[in-house]
């Protein structure tokens, strides 16, 4: 059974960094496209980022500059490193895997002064 467990969430100022963590068990993570996803109170989820098996990165316009995705395969985990983080980057950021549309339970990320 696929099981994705995010990890890093907090409450933060705005101009703080954080690090994300999605540990993954049960699939065959080195194969498969992982994901960061938000969802903001009152608004769809969107995508964050996501990065492929090959290390190839896409990133919303939210994201570019400020966030980086990153996989360890050894340890089955994928990062979202998120720097000078806005109040408008507060949300729910879920893992996703994208070859098997499975989703992690999320971690809340909160930025208010």
């Known amino acids: 059974q696929v099981q994705l467990v995010e990890s890093g969430g907090g409450l933060l100022q705005p101009g703080g960094s954080l690090r994300l963590s999605c540990a993954a068990s049960?699939?065959?993570?080195?194969?498969?496209?992982m994901g960061w996803y938000r969802q903001a109170p009152g608004k769809e989820r969107e995508l964050v980022a996501t990065?492929?098996?090959?290390?190839?990165?896409v990133y919303a316009d939210s994201a570019k500059g400020r966030f980086t995705i990153s996989r360890d395969n050894a340890k089955n985990t994928v990062y979202l490193q998120m720097n000078s983080l806005k109040p408008e980057d507060t949300a729910v950021y879920y893992c996703?895997?994208?070859?098997?549309?499975?989703w992690g339970q999320g971690t809340q990320v909160t930025v208010s002064s």
């Open positions: 049960g699939n065959i993570f080195s194969f498969n496209t």
């Open positions: 996703r895997d994208l070859r098997l549309d499975h």
């Open positions: 990065i492929t098996s090959g290390f190839r990165e």
